[in-house]
């Protein structure tokens, strides 16, 4: 199979289900920030050496590669004929915010309360976060911009947003992990 299909060399590509868009709709702008998202836990999980964590890593980046398939379907594109899902996949649903949340609430544990904001930085496992955080961050805007346009499953929108907060309490824990003095940003 090559990995070149020559039809996107005009500036459009298919949806899910086979709607041809531009390359510069809102849905492919959402999935290619998940994408690009992914990409930074990728690189995160490489500087790790915490099996647990590494797994915890995958788990995430797996949601988010069925994230990026369910914001590569357009609502009218949802069910097949018969009547049945177009994806065959577990969707986002509410297990998924609750592990995200339940990892937070672990790594908390162990962290001192902030009392600052806190400047990005300090090790490059923790600028890699900061930076996958900003990303994801940037994916919840596009989705958010999404949403006021055409169905977007809540879950989604719910999802990001507690990732992008778990992105900043590993970057913390990350720190401390690394031993790495957090400043605080004083206006």
């Excluded at 020559?6 to 994408?35: C, H, M, P, Q, W």
């Excluded at 998202?37 to 647990?52: F, H, V």
């Excluded at 988010?64 to 577990?90: V, Y």
Aim: hydrophobic letters at 35%; aromatic letters at 6%.
């Amino acid at each position: 199979m090559k990995i070149y299909t020559k039809t996107g060399d005009e500036g459009k590509t298919s949806l899910f289900g086979g709607t041809r868009v531009k390359k510069n709709n809102l849905r492919i702008n959402a999935y290619g920030t998940v994408d690009e998202l992914n990409s930074y836990i990728g690189l995160i999980r490489d500087q790790l050496e915490d099996k647990n964590l590494i797994q915890e890593l995958i788990r995430i980046q797996s949601k988010l590669f069925t994230l990026g398939a369910m914001l590569a379907t357009p609502p009218d594109k949802e069910k097949l004929k018969n009547g049945s899902d177009r994806l065959k996949i577990q969707k986002i649903e509410e297990q998924e915010i609750e592990f995200l949340e339940t990892k937070m609430d672990l790594m908390n544990e162990s962290l001192e309360a902030m009392t600052h904001f806190i400047l990005p930085g300090g090790h490059s496992v923790v600028s890699f976060c900061h930076i996958a955080r900003c990303v994801c961050r940037r994916a919840e805007r596009i989705v958010v911009e999404l949403a006021d346009k055409e169905a977007v499953d809540q879950h989604i929108l719910i999802y990001l947003n507690r990732l992008s907060d778990y992105l900043f309490v590993l970057a913390r824990k990350l720190s401390k992990d690394y031993k790495v003095k957090e400043i605080p940003w004083k206006g």
